[in-house]
């Protein structure tokens, strides 16, 4: 069987990297800018190293590559040590029960106690929630201004993440919560933080400790708070609070707090840069803006949407299909790492090998779209690709449990505020890629003019940046 130690097939691109330094420097390019990196391996292959060393760290392409390590979670399982955390802190308690740092029989019990809040019967009953937060919030957009829309759409799907998944309504309470979670978030996600893991003062790693303390406390008075509430809720964590598993058991509080953390992590930011992508997408296409916008007005008129009406507007449902392909929010899936020796693509893996999966390759494979890199709704009246050539929500046992839940908010939310608004890029603006965790952001935000929706269609302004290496128009 050929070797990846000693690249007898295997080839990694460059110069073969200094012992030590080299893999640091690998490792710091892929944290750094790993669309890059993914970029320059491509070519070599559909199993390629970009660190050779034990423990190795591979890239696999193609659907036989993606379908051979996702349909294996055993033998390919999540990273248990992905989260370096001093025993008994908010981080540790994260690493034991978080969703995405825990495989096995722990893994299938959160996913069972968490599935009836995800169902499409629980849908309907956040609905209300979601758009009543989005009229809300979209009051506060200001016409005629330059604003960062990604920052507005984080603040737009904050508020719908507090009230849906907590039951909290947009004040201060939930609006402070937010924030220290997104600055959690951020730090935990940083460069620094992981490659730097100490804890000393002013240092990314103790930050992430500190806010990660922080949040818990508020998530788990919130928590006790809401078990003395009589009434029925509909909010996401109601719902987990009250599920049994199958010996009858309701989750812990550890398990609860982290639950509700992850919530926020997977749910929150995903959504929002989404929504932003899909509105830059649009402002570049005015021709395919203004087909939305007709198909918006046959079935809407002025009137706000409802869950019954998206679910049959056929284009939205193709622009937001083509934006989450061509610019997916989560380009790389979580890492897998091999739990025992074994192979992949015929090439020999020892254990604890690293292995990365893009989504963002699988969406910009020519052979399956044509044309890539073009924003092409209409390529969905004839595209079926399996779930190893389109997985914006990750595949099978460890897809993306809010996935029903996101694409109905998506569909909800970007209608209502294209019926408000029309967007437009000043000229010359740069729009750089930033993957953070493993979350696609632009670089310096999205900075467009807000103008009432039904102003006149201008062409779009020439921008720069290379959000252009992934985009053609
Ligand atoms: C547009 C929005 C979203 C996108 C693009 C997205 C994408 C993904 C992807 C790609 C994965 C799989 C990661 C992997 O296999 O490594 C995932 C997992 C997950 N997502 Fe989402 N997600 C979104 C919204 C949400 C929402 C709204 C929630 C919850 C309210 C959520 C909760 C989760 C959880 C808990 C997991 C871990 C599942 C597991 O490991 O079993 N996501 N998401």
């Known amino acids: 069987m050929p070797q990846l130690f000693g690249f007898d097939k295997v080839e990694i691109r460059g110069p073969k990297p200094l012992p030590i330094i080299g893999t640091m420097l690998s490792l710091y390019k892929l944290l750094d800018d790993p669309v890059q990196v993914m970029t320059e391996l491509r070519p070599h292959g559909e199993v390629v190293a970009l660190i050779d060393q034990s423990p190795a760290m591979v890239f696999v392409f193609g659907a036989e590559r993606n379908r051979e390590i996702l349909s ?66 979209l009051e506060g957009w200001k016409l005629g201004e330059v604003s960062m829309v990604d920052d507005l759409c984080r603040e737009v799907t904050l508020a719908m993440a507090m009230k849906c998944f907590y039951g909290l309504d947009i004040g201060e309470e939930a609006h402070s919560l937010g924030h220290l979670a997104a600055e959690w978030g951020k730090t935990l996600v940083a460069p620094t933080t992981i490659l730097l893991p100490l804890n000393i003062p002013g240092l990314g790693y103790w930050k992430s400790l500190k806010f990660g303390e922080e949040v818990v406390a508020y998530l788990r008075s919130i928590i006790q708070k809401k078990r003395h509430l009589e009434a029925d809720q509909r909010d996401v964590m109601w719902m987990i609070m009250n599920a049994r598993d199958d010996q009858g058991e309701l989750f812990t509080e550890d398990e609860l707090i ?120 209409d390529r969905w009246l004839n595209t079926t690709p399996s779930p190893y050539e389109y997985m914006p929500f990750g595949v099978g046992s460890r897809a993306c449990i809010g996935m029903l839940f996101a694409e109905r908010a998506l569909r909800l939310m970007l209608p209502m505020i294209l019926q408000r608004f029309r967007f437009s890029m000043p000229a010359g603006t740069r729009i750089d890629r930033l993957t953070r965790g493993n979350i696609l952001h632009p670089r310096h935000g999205l900075p467009m003019r807000l103008d009432p929706a039904s102003s006149p269609a201008q062409p779009p302004a020439p921008i720069i940046g290379d959000i252009q290496e992934l985009l053609e128009y």
């Open 72 to 137: 294996q979670p055993a033998l390919f399982k999540h990273d248990e040590d992905l989260i370096k955390a001093p025993p008994g802190s908010a981080m540790d308690t994260m690493r034991r029960y978080g969703m995405v740092n825990i495989n096995g029989d722990l893994h299938k019990r959160e996913r069972r106690l968490m599935q009836p809040a995800f169902q499409k019967s629980a849908l309907d009953g956040y609905a209300t929630d979601i758009i009543a937060t989005t009229r809300t919030m």
């Open 258 to 377: 982290v639950q509700a953390a992850a919530l926020f992590f997977a749910g929150h930011e995903t959504t929002a840069i989404t929504l932003a992508w899909t509105l830059m997408l649009l402002e570049r296409h005015p021709a395919i803006h203004t087909a939305l916008m007709d198909e918006i007005e046959t079935a809407l008129g002025d009137r706000e949407p409802k869950p019954d009406d998206v679910m049959q507007m056929d284009l939205l449902d193709r622009v937001i299909k083509e934006s989450m392909r061509i610019l997916p929010a989560v380009p790389f899936l979580f890492m897998r790492v091999c739990a025992e020796d074994t192979s992949v693509g015929g090439y020999a893996m020892p254990k604890n090998s690293n292995i990365m999966i893009s989504p963002l390759a699988a969406h910009h494979d020519a052979t399956r779209y044509p044309e890539p890199k073009r924003f092409l709704p």
